[in-house]
């Protein structure tokens, strides 16, 4: 079994900022990639950001510039600092890891972690 645990999240002000964390643990053999998305109320689950064991980012072109995500493979953790938060990104993160378990076999599954809310408002 796998857990992903999220932290970080809160109120901030327009303009303020936040770091979200992720840390990942269980039967692990490997973790392809982890990223974060969004959902806001009434809207669908969205890709904010993810990264890849290599390091190969991808960003939402609403978070371009205000949003890094990084990971530290040690620690199975994932990171996202938010800077320059606007009203429009209050919603809960929920972060994923796309991730490889020896079952036995090898297979490929893909988890979620339990959300974290975020709320940007003044």
């Known amino acids: 079994q796998v857990q992903l645990v999220e932290s970080g999240g809160g109120l901030v002000q327009p303009g303020g900022s936040l770091r979200l964390s992720c840390a990942a643990s269980?039967?692990?053999?490997?973790?392809?990639?982890m990223g974060w998305y969004r959902q806001a109320p009434g809207k669908q689950r969205e890709l904010v950001a993810s990264?890849?064991?290599?390091?190969?980012?991808n960003y939402a072109d609403a978070v371009k510039g205000r949003f890094t995500i990084s990971r530290d493979n040690a620690k199975n953790t994932v990171y996202l600092q938010m800077n320059s938060l606007k009203p429009e990104d209050t919603a809960v993160y929920y972060c994923?890891?796309?991730?490889?378990?020896?079952?036995?076999?090898?297979?490929?599954?893909?988890?979620w972690g339990q959300g974290t809310q975020v709320t940007v408002s003044s």
């Open positions: 994923n890891a796309d991730l490889t378990q020896w079952v036995p076999g090898y297979r490929r599954y893909d988890y």
């Open positions: 269980g039967s692990i053999f490997s973790i392809n990639a």
């Open positions: 990264i890849t064991s290599g390091g190969l980012t």
